[in-house]
């Protein structure tokens, strides 16, 4: 998930807000189509998501450290499990499967799996 994180900010910058600046950090040029307060809450969501993405991963690495079907253990997997499978459905049903992050999350969510019932 960290990694998935990295890759979606840099991807994000790059691809997307680089031509949505005119200056400063924050971007805040959205064409005839999205307002500048508009501009702000995507970039702002943007990176959020990225930040959730880093907690994923500390919460996975905790996760691996405790005693396996534990109580704690068992409702961390679970809710893994389904937030993964969650956000990978609303991916890939909101982009029609052109954005590759359904997969991304797809796999976090089987791996979690995988290591929890293997």
């Known amino acids: 998930m960290a990694l998935i994180g990295v890759i979606h900010t840099v ?3 790059v691809l997307i807000f680089q031509r949505m600046r005119v200056k400063g950090v924050v971007p805040t040029k959205g064409g005839e189509v999205l307002r500048e307060r508009n ?5 702002a969501t943007w990176h959020l998501v990225t930040v959730l993405g880093f907690l994923v991963a500390v919460v996975i690495v905790h996760l691996i450290r405790m005693p396996a079907g534990s109580v704690e253990s068992r409702l961390l997997v679970v809710s893994l499990i389904g937030a993964m499978l969650a956000s990978s459905l609303l991916v890939l049903v909101g ?24």
């Not at 501009?39 to 970039?43: E, K, M, Q, S, Y």
């Not at 954005?99 to 293997?118: R, S």
Request: glycine residues 18%; positive net charge; hydrophobic residues 55%.
């Open 95 to 118: 982009t029609r499967g052109r954005h590759p992050g359904w997969a991304g999350l797809l796999v976090v969510a089987l791996l979690v799996g995988a290591g929890a019932y293997a």
């Open 39 to 43: 501009v702000r809450i995507l970039w």
């Open 11 to 13: 991807l994000g910058e």
